[in-house]
Nanobody, 118 residues
Framework: QVQLVESGGGLVQAGGSLRLSCIAS????????MGWYRQAPGEQREWVAT???????NYGDAVKGRFAISRDNAKNTVYLQMNSLTPEDTAVYYC????????????WGQGTQVSVSS
């Protein structure tokens, strides 16, 4: 059974940073692409970043240059380092397994709330 568990969300002031983590279990983590998506209140879910099994990275335009995705296969963990946060980054952030870019895979975490105050 695949499980994805996110952590690291919280409240931060504009211009601040947060690092999200997602631990995966029930799969061979190193063989799978991983991604982060977000959903703000009243909005559709938005692709944030993805990283392939080989470490290739891809970012949505809204976060390019500010966010960085990485993975540690020894820990079955994918990270999202978020810098220069703005109130527009406020959303629930979801970890995803098996997708690429704007096409998510079938497995999702429960989400972690990120709130950025102005």
């Amino acid at each position: 059974q695949v499980q994805l568990v996110e952590s690291g969300g919280g409240l931060v002031q504009a211009g601040g940073s947060l690092r999200l983590s997602c631990i995966a279990s029930g799969i061979t983590f190193s063989l799978n692409a991983m991604g982060w998506y977000r959903q703000a209140p009243g909005e559709q879910r938005e692709w944030v970043a993805t990283i392939s099994s080989g470490g290739l990275k891809n970012y949505g335009d809204a976060v390019k240059g500010r966010f960085a995705i990485s993975r540690d296969n020894a820990k079955n963990t994918v990270y999202l380092q978020m810098n220069s946060l703005t109130p527009e980054d406020t959303a629930v952030y979801y970890c995803n397994l098996g997708g690429w870019s704007s096409r998510p895979g079938p497995y999702w975490g429960q989400g972690t709330q990120v709130s950025v105050s102005s």
